[in-house]
């Protein structure tokens, strides 16, 4: 196989993230060399015809991928969810999370972070499984990167299922994540998901139409090693395998 390149976008509006920049889209992808530039400039697109509005700031990261670090994992199965309203939805997604592993507290604890952000936050918030706590440092949130499918394709025409299904099946396969909780930030999508037990169940109505708030969060074990789960997360490099039932 030839070799492989990371190539990141990360986009803003009032200038970069780090100077007090407003999210507006961030998304990746791993090519081979000679597609480099067209997925760049796609992601640059991307960036300029959003929903959340225009990014004045667009950062395009391409970084070759040695191929003995690339890790293959299965994808999730998918269930697709019908609820009519918020209250539904978020039903739903505590019936699917609530376990011997996730408590109906820290369930509640996620929805309320997620209701409560002022405004979406780039990364992911680490819940305490238990105790619903939230043990990420600081409010950049777990920026989990490196992933894609070379059978995307099959994973459906839908960018924001596809570019969710792997982004969740990385995180599931994380040594001490049980679950994940998420919605869009992106105002005119309000499809949102619970990915546990090796399941992405798909749950519409998780939001209110219009609303740029949402985002992401990962349940975890009481002993999970921090450090370690993000440094899988943000940098091993994953790529998402399809099952024959996805
Ligand atoms: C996002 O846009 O950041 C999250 C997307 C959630 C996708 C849910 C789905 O359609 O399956
Ligand atoms: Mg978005």
Request: hydrophobic letters at 40%; charged letters at 25%; aromatic letters at 4%.
């Amino acid at each position: 196989m030839s070799e492989l390149y990371s190539v990141r976008m990360r986009a803003a509006q009032g200038g970069p993230h780090e100077k007090g920049g407003h999210h507006i889209s961030g998304a990746e992808r791993i090519v081979k060399l000679e597609e480099v530039g067209v997925i760049a400039q796609s992601l640059a697109d991307r960036a300029l015809h959003h929903s959340k509005g225009t990014a004045d700031f667009i950062n395009i990261i391409v970084d070759l991928i040695p191929s003995n670090e690339i890790i293959y994992i299965d994808c999730l199965e998918v269930e697709e969810h019908r609820a009519k309203t918020i209250a539904e939805a978020h039903q739903l997604a505590i019936e699917f999370l609530q376990g011997p592993e996730i408590t109906e507290v820290a369930i509640q604890n996620a929805i309320t972070l997620l209701k409560e952000l002022d405004s979406s936050i780039r990364g992911a918030m680490l819940v305490d499984a238990t105790t619903g706590k939230r043990i990420d440092v600081g409010n950049r949130g777990v920026r989990v990167s490196h992933m894609d499918s070379f059978d995307s394709e099959a994973l459906g025409d839908n960018d924001h299922m596809r570019e969710a299904l792997v982004l969740a099946s990385k995180v599931q396969s994380g040594k001490g994540i049980v679950g994940e909780l998420c919605w869009s930030d992106d105002p005119d999508y309000t499809v949102g998901y619970v990915a546990c037990n090796g399941i992405y169940h798909r749950i519409p109505n998780m939001k209110e139409l219009g609303s740029a708030i949402g985002g992401r969060v990962f349940f975890v074990r009481s002993d999970i090693d921090r450090d370690s789960i993000i440094e899988y997360l943000e940098k091993t490099p994953v790529l998402v395998q399809r099952r024959h039932n996805v």
